[in-house]
């Protein structure tokens, strides 16, 4: 997977490819892999994307490593400015610098667990030149392609638990290590606080805000069961499926109550109504056309050959966009689609791809891919899109994603 010429790593595009425009109107035209022909239609299967097959299949490793709340531990620190991780999402990596090689065998040999931290500006405090919330990653798969000491990795990892930067050291191969504070997610506290009786959650409002977020059954996930039950976790996947930008997350992060970390999201949902380009404001889609590509839900992290992580909204449709590539099904994150760079028909700033089908009997044909910073959500209706449905319950809270 590519990035576009006009994006951050230019440097990044696949050489192989020639660059064509390709509208809508002429895609067919323009689309010369062979389409498989097969009569009878067969749904994606959304566990696929969960799988990051086009990282290779490697070597699964095995237990798992809790860390106490509230304990002060090292951890080594891998910085990246593009995703804010949270706890229970998935994180695909292909690693290339020796320093980080290095340090993911250590990583590999120990108890599998590093801190995951989104460097940019906009998250740090004010006054200090360094981001101080992160996430634990903890390694459950590992590919390399020999036993070099600097050949590159492809990792696979899944968010575990919130922490916060006490200090820091740098070593001298150039890894970062930090004594973290593991955080602790704060249930209501009260007379009956080991009690889960019905009554005590309602009576903390603890119950309520969890079945306002699920309040809507049109919840757009692809398997049962995916949305969690335990309030906590129901509150990191609601905003690892939200466009939200990197400083709400840390914002979110940075909230020890899950109560309040659910009514946020209850606030954000109640006015997300549109996405734009972040660069120009055209409005490009509406959360309506928004679904779920993945078991995980509708919003994925994903990795380039390159290293460049991508967190991917899947969406049905959209507007204000055109292909500037040819289709390839080369490193494709979703097996048997086919891609293309799209770009904002105003601005030709980077959104995100188009995938399209192999095979006619695939569904869906087609659907869009755009990065979550090439957006910017807004609460006004996308131009000619539908009136809402006037059937809704009035005060009805909807999952809208």
Known sequence: MAEDSNSES??????????????????????DIPMNTESEESNFDPVL????????????????TVLEEGSCVELPLLYNPSVMLMPGQTLPLSIFHPA?????????????????????????????????????????????DSEDAYTGFAVKAKGRQRFEVVSTRSQVDGVKVGLVRILRDELPAGPFACCRAASVWRQYELAPAAARVCACNAVPVCA?????????????WVAMSLPLDDDVRARLLRLDSVVRRLRYEIS????????????????????????????????????????????????????????????ST???????????????????????????ACRE?????????????????????????????ESDEPGQIKLIF
Request: hydrophobic share 35%.
């Open 10 to 31: 230019s440097e990044h595009e696949q050489p192989a490819l020639a660059y064509a425009w390709a509208e809508e109107d002429n895609f067919d035209e323009a689309m």
């Open 49 to 64: 994307a969960t799988q990051h097959s086009y990282l290779g299949h490697g070597e699964e490793i095995y237990g798992r």
């Open 100 to 144: 980080s090689v290095a340090m993911v065998r250590r990583v590999i040999a120990s108890n599998k667990t590093f801190g995951f931290i989104n460097n940019n500006s906009c998250v740090r405090p004010a006054g200090s030149s360094e981001a101080t919330i992160g996430v634990t990653a903890e390694i459950y798969e590992v590919k390399e």
């Open 224 to 236: 049962p069961g995916v949305v969690p039950a335990d309030p906590a976790e129901l509150s990191y």
């Open 268 to 327: 954000i949902m109640r006015t997300f109504k549109v996405m734009a380009c972040a660069d120009c404001e055209q409005p490009l889609a509406s959360s309506d056309d928004v679904f779920a590509m993945s078991a995980e839900g509708p919003q994925s992290i994903f990795v380039n050959p390159h290293g460049d992580l991508h967190e991917t909204l899947t969406l049905h449709r959209a507007s204000g966009l055109r292909c500037i590539t040819r289709p």
């Open 330 to 356: 080369e490193y494709s994150w979703f097996p048997g689609y086919a891609w293309e760079i799209a770009h904002c028909t105003q601005c030709s700033s980077h959104m995100g791809w188009r995938f399209t």
């Open 361 to 389: 009997s695939l569904r869906p044909t087609s659907f869009w891919g755009l990065c979550r910073r090439s957006l910017a959500v807004r609460s006004g209706p996308v131009a000619g899109a539908p009136p809402p449905d």
